[in-house]
Antibody, heavy 120, light 111 residues
């Protein structure tokens, strides 16, 4: 059974870098069918797609965040990582790791999510 | 890229049918059959309920159905049950550089 597990600091200071890792188990990241990505949800608000990446490293970013975001993949560890810098309080959110079913433009598997708070 | 428009809340009694709408533009909902719907219970991750406008992933109840007309997509929940009380978000592929756009979300309350 596919599982996506996010990990990383729950508290980040303003102007610093938010770094998250998603460990995929139950399936290989090396898939011709799926991308792997990140979606965030500020407390009490809606969902926002951040970025997605293919196992080859080909990636797509939300233009509104592109200048601050880096997504990467480590096939040897079956992991996808996200960096967001610099952060402000507006970046406080639950961050979800997702499997991006690109053929269907939908997200068919989600991690449980991890809350990252930006505060000094 | 603006979010897709959804009504903030919809309610219904057990056993009734309700419909949630999602309005976009010809660059997203109206232009492509790539609309998805997600159910999110409080404190939980969203769950894919519908993809490609009207297709259900394996394991999703057939009480959930999707459709589209012009720039508006709809999710219908038939035979409403207490467990259906949740937030629902639509999403669409968009031909703008954003690639994916989500709806503003609809809170479904079972009376």
């Amino acid at each position: 059974q596919l599982q996506l597990q996010e990990s990383g600091p729950g508290l980040v200071k303003p102007s610093e870098t938010l770094s998250l890792t998603c460990t995929v188990s139950g399936d290989s990241i090396i898939s011709k069918t799926y991308y792997w990505g990140w979606i965030r949800q500020p407390p009490g608000k809606g969902l926002e797609w951040i970025a997605s990446i293919y196992y080859t490293g080909s990636n797509y970013y939300n233009p509104s965040l592109k200048s601050r975001v880096t997504i990467s993949v480590d096939t040897s560890k079956n992991q996808v990582s996200l960096k967001l810098s610099p952060v402000t309080a507006a970046d406080t959110a639950v961050f979800y790791c997702v499997r991006d079913w690109r053929f269907k433009y939908s997200f068919d598997n989600w991690g449980q999510g991890t809350l990252v708070t930006v505060s000094s | 890229q603006s979010a897709l428009t959804q009504f903030a809340s919809v309610s219904g009694s057990p056993g009734q049918s309700i419909t949630i709408s999602c309005t976009g533009t010809s660059s997203d909902v109206g232009g492509y059959n790539s609309v998805s719907w997600y159910q999110q219970h409080p404190g939980k991750a969203p769950k894919l309920m519908i993809y490609d406008v009207s297709n259900r992933p394996s394991g999703v109840s057939d009480r959930f159905s999707g459709s589209k007309s012009g720039n508006t997509a709809s999710l219908t929940i038939s035979g409403l049950q207490a467990e259906d009380e949740a937030d629902y978000y639509c999403s669409s592929y968009t031909s703008t550089s954003t690639l994916y756009v989500f709806g503003t979300g609809t809170k479904v309350t079972v009376l």
